[in-house]
């Protein structure tokens, strides 16, 4: 069974950092590219950052490039969210998804985490 299974949320003040982390299991995760969507309140799902395989192309949401960055230890089946300078608009929940290609498209995830909630006070 493909677990997706994020962590590290938690309630931190503006300007903090944190760092989630997403580990998978139940099959080998080569050719599929990994990252974050998040979901804030009353808002639909977004895409905030994205990995391939190897790690040579990442991509990230204008709102988050320069305070966010994405990395991914395949040995270990983990993907990273280092948040940085975190903005109470970055309040949401975080959800880890897993798709085959170079990069995440919404109608191309095969697999999704429970999610994560990360809070920003001001």
């Known amino acids: 069974q493909v677990q997706l299974v994020e962590s590290g949320g938690r309630l931190v003040q503006a300007g903090g950092s944190l760092r989630l982390s997403c580990a998978a299991s139940?099959?080998?995760?080569?050719?599929?590219?990994m990252g974050w969507f998040r979901q804030a309140p009353g808002k639909e799902r977004e895409f905030v950052s994205s990995?391939?395989?190897?790690?040579?192309?990442?991509q990230y949401v204008d709102a988050v490039k320069g305070r966010f960055t994405i990395s991914r230890d395949n040995a270990q089946n983990t993907v990273y969210l280092q948040m940085n300078s975190l903005k109470p608009e970055d309040t949401a929940v975080y959800y880890c998804a897993a798709g085959r290609g170079t990069v995440l498209v919404p109608d191309g995830i095969n697999y999704w985490g429970k999610g994560t909630l990360v809070t920003v006070s001001s």
């Open positions: 139940g099959r080998t995760f080569s050719g599929y590219a």
């Open positions: 990995i391939s395989w190897r790690g040579y192309t990442t």
